[in-house]
Structures are given as structure tokens and as C-alpha cells.
């Protein structure tokens, strides 16, 4: 049985620079805010979640929800939590993963 895992969106980058030297225009690039909280139970992306941070978080939401830890041996003070960002090169956002407790909702 797989555990709930809670994602948290801890900080957002905006590179202004590299968007006028290398991107196209467009609209809503990243509808996140700081402090925004998904619940992800197991592989399923949570409602409003975005498609390419999805990309980026679902393995170690994955691994987290079915009891693995402590990535990369003792890289998270939480063995039970990682800090991930997406993989927009643009407007990068971090997402700290903890698993949540079997009685939590």
C-alpha cells in the first residue's frame, strides 16, 4: 500500500535574461505560488500540478510513497523527504517531497 506524499512549492527563479535571449513568448509559463501544497498519492499527479515539474518530482514521489528514503545516504536531514526542482531552465521552482503518515489526509 503506498503512502500520500506532500509536495510543497518552497522557492520559485525567474531568469529574465536567458527568457529574452532564448525563449518565445508565453502565456502562463508557471501558474505555482510559493507555499502551494499538492498531495500525490502514489503515480498520480495531483489536480493542477504541473505536467513538466511532474516530470521532474514523480520518481522520488514514487519512491517515497512506497517507502523508500534517504536518498543519496544521508543527503536530506529527512530521511523520509526530498528537495527537487523542475526542469525548467527558465523559471525553475523547488519542491520539498515528504511522505505523510498513514493516518494524515
Known amino acids: 500500500m503506498s503512502k500520500k506524499v506532500k509536495i510543497t512549492v518552497m522557492r520559485m527563479a525567474r531568469y529574465d535574461?536567458?527568457?529574452?535571449?532564448f525563449e518565445n513568448p508565453i502565456e502562463h509559463?508557471?501558474?505555482?505560488?510559493v507555499g502551494q501544497v499538492f498531495i500525490a498519492n502514489g503515480w498520480v499527479k495531483p489536480?493542477?500540478?504541473?505536467?513538466?515539474?511532474?516530470?521532474?518530482?514523480?520518481?522520488?514521489v514514487?519512491?517515497?510513497?512506497y517507502g523508500g528514503e534517504d536518498f543519496y545516504n544521508g543527503w536530506m536531514k529527512n530521511k523520509k523527504s526530498a528537495m527537487i526542482s523542475c526542469n525548467d531552465g527558465f523559471r525553475p521552482v523547488s519542491f520539498y517531497l515528504?511522505?505523510?503518515?498513514?493516518d494524515a489526509d
Not at 509559463?29 to 505560488?33: H, L, N, P, R, V
Open 17 to 21: 535574461d536567458l527568457i529574452e535571449k
Open 29 to 33: 509559463a508557471c501558474d505555482m505560488s
Open 47 to 60: 489536480n493542477g500540478f504541473c505536467d513538466s515539474a511532474w516530470e521532474s518530482v514523480s520518481p522520488f
Open 62 to 65: 514514487m519512491t517515497l510513497s
Open 98 to 102: 515528504e511522505t505523510l503518515s498513514e
